[in-house]
């Protein structure tokens, strides 16, 4: 039990396991640890048994750790289900993953109460909620000592669906069944990233995603703590590093982008000097952003590209990076692969499919042709990113295959054309797009959220364009510009550009 909260419980009882950074609740490891015990009596006593699998619908609380380590502890596949899902998309995947129980925050009661309706068979226990389903009276009946039969568990997290119907990544049980048994994760974490007892972590991003809640996990296992962000603001991140003297923090490229758009006095109000680590990950990084924030926070930047599936992982740090931009990195465990569309190997600086060789084995719950697809005949398995590799083996991801755009017979990844136009000062966010062309096939679309809405019209449009002329060739400039006041994206910065793409070509379609 060398990597658990139940170690540090007893060694370091009284440190911040979880500090909140908006209302300041701390939870100590002493607390952690009860409460989590708590939690595994609570479900063997709802007739969970090793192996089963349940889900929680919550938001960034401090309860939501317990609940995850107590699920941990009891040997169970815990599934977290984003809490901006719909009542129809929670109830799909808490029915397709099996659930035997549904922890829920009340705060989202009629969500709740739907998929209640939906999967009438799942019990449901609420947080703030009185009565049968008060979770907090039931927790409160339990012991705060472990279950007899602990045995490490693990998460099946859902792929958020950007491009079709979200799907459970499932891999087995830990083979040690130790609870305190250590993870790859934790390793990496260790090892390349410099995690200990003595980190302070800011986690700025929704816990039901795989990063903030696996590295928040990492974190727990070598004793440092956690300040998780109820919600992410740019000035608040800044305030909460400088207040508790945070040492590593977790990002996303939006994060970035907004951090530098911040005025330069906010930007400089905050003390950042403690910061030794500043991960990021989740997308490709623009050029011109990492390079700006390199500037400003010095060369703690870390980056790595990986999935929710574990597949393999690659590693690279600002130093590396300043001498190959662009690159995410060699890789820490996996070989990487750039396959053709038969999948055969392609040499450097060849873009094809990215592959990963000789790491962990997953499948997509009840979805075998999914898990098939992302299989190749060598057995290595795809995220479906496009990328290329150099001749020292760092890898550069182009864009995902199922977002690319073929207009008059030419490969046009977006991801080129987003990374220069989020770069232009009077651009917050965008999304481009391929959308049904009579002429072309497909035409490029870039759907702008400005940073000031009132500016959006021709003039800016035109502004725009202008400005990229120089920087693409003609095939890839958009043939439309199109304003929004706001983009579909998950708090974590992942855009839902499938829910783009489908509202255009539907209006194609017409």
């Known amino acids: 039990m060398h990597y658990h909260p139940a170690i540090h419980a007893l060694t370091s009882p009284d440190k911040a396991a979880v500090i909140m950074g908006a209302s300041g609740d701390v939870m100590t490891y002493r607390e952690l640890d009860a409460r989590s015990n708590q939690v595994a009596h609570l479900l063997r006593a709802r007739g969970c048994q090793i192996g089963d699998t349940v889900a929680l619908f919550f938001d960034n609380h401090p309860l939501f750790f317990a609940l995850v380590w107590g699920a941990q502890r009891a040997g169970l596949i815990y599934v977290a289900i984003s809490c901006r899902l719909t009542a129809r998309e929670a109830a799909y995947i808490a029915h397709d993953s099996g659930a035997k129980l549904l922890f829920g925050n009340s705060v989202f009661a009629d969500v709740l109460d739907a998929v209640a309706q939906q999967v009438a068979d799942l019990p449901q226990l609420r947080l703030g909620e009185a009565g049968a389903r008060d979770l907090a009276a039931a927790l409160a009946a339990m012991p705060t000592t472990p279950i007899g039969d602990e045995r490490g568990g693990i998460d099946m997290l859902y792929s958020s669906g950007t491009t079709g119907q979200p799907k459970g990544v499932r891999v087995p049980l830990p083979e040690d069944p130790a609870i305190g048994a250590p993870t790859g994760l934790m390793e990496i974490a260790r090892g390349a990233f410099g995690i200990n007892a003595d980190s302070v972590y800011l986690s700025p991003a929704p816990l039901y995603h795989a990063a903030p809640l696996r590295w928040s996990l990492a974190v727990h296992r070598l004793g440092g703590t956690v300040v998780c962000m109820e919600r992410f603001d740019p000035e608040a991140a800044l305030a909460l590093i400088a207040r508790h003297r945070v040492t590593v923090s977790q990002w996303v490229p939006t994060h970035f982008v907004r951090l530098l758009k911040l005025d330069p006095a906010t930007r400089d109000r905050h003390d950042r000097s403690s910061m030794v680590c500043a991960i990021h990950a989740a997308a490709p990084c623009p050029v011109p952003v990492k390079r700006a924030m390199i500037d400003w926070w010095g060369p703690v930047l870390r980056e790595y590209y990986a999935g929710t599936e574990s597949n393999g992982f690659t590693f690279i740090t600002s130093e590396e990076w300043l001498q190959r931009p662009g690159s995410v990195g060699r890789a820490l465990?996996?070989?990487?692969?750039?396959?053709?569309?038969?999948?055969?190997?392609?040499?450097?600086?060849?873009?094809?499919?990215?592959?990963?060789?000789?790491?962990?084995?997953?499948?997509?719950?009840?979805?075998?042709?999914?898990?098939?697809?992302?299989?190749?005949?060598?057995?290595?398995?795809?995220?479906?990113?496009?990328?290329?590799?150099?001749?020292?083996?760092?890898?550069?991801?182009?864009?995902?295959?199922?977002?690319?755009?073929?207009?008059?017979?030419?490969?046009?990844?977006?991801?080129?054309?987003?990374?220069?136009?989020?770069?232009?000062?009077?651009?917050?966010?965008?999304?481009?797009?391929?959308?049904?062309?009579?002429?072309?096939?497909?035409?490029?679309?870039?759907?702008?959220?400005?940073?000031?809405?009132?500016?959006?019209?021709?003039?800016?449009?035109?502004?725009?364009?202008?400005?990229?002329?120089?920087?693409?060739?003609?095939?890839?400039?958009?043939?439309?510009?199109?304003?929004?006041?706001?983009?579909?994206?998950?708090?974590?910065?992942?855009?839902?550009?499938?829910?783009?793409?489908?509202?255009?070509?539907?209006?194609?379609?017409?």
Not at 378 to 387: A, F, I, M, P
Not at 433 to 446: C, F, K, N, T, Y
Request: proline share 7%; aromatic share 8%.
């Open 333 to 510: 465990s996996g070989v990487v692969h750039i396959c053709d569309d038969a999948g055969e190997d392609l040499p450097p600086g060849s873009e094809g499919q990215v592959f990963f060789a000789g790491a962990s084995t997953f499948r997509y719950h009840n979805d075998p042709d999914k898990t098939r697809a992302a299989t190749n005949r060598h057995g290595w398995t795809s995220l479906g990113d496009v990328g290329w590799l150099d001749d020292a083996g760092y890898l550069y991801l182009t864009d995902r295959k199922s977002f690319m755009i073929i207009a008059g017979g030419v490969n046009i990844y977006p991801q080129e054309i987003e990374n220069l136009l989020i770069t232009h000062p009077a651009v917050a966010d965008v999304a481009v797009i391929g959308v049904p062309d009579a002429d072309l096939g497909e035409r490029v679309v870039a759907v702008v959220q400005p940073v000031d809405i009132a500016a959006a019209g021709p003039a800016l449009a035109a502004d725009l364009l202008a400005w990229l002329t120089p920087q693409l060739s003609r095939i890839k400039l958009p043939r439309q510009i199109d304003f929004r006041a706001e983009l579909p994206r998950e708090p974590t910065g992942k855009l839902f550009k499938r829910h783009l793409r489908d509202e255009y070509r539907a209006a194609a379609g017409r």
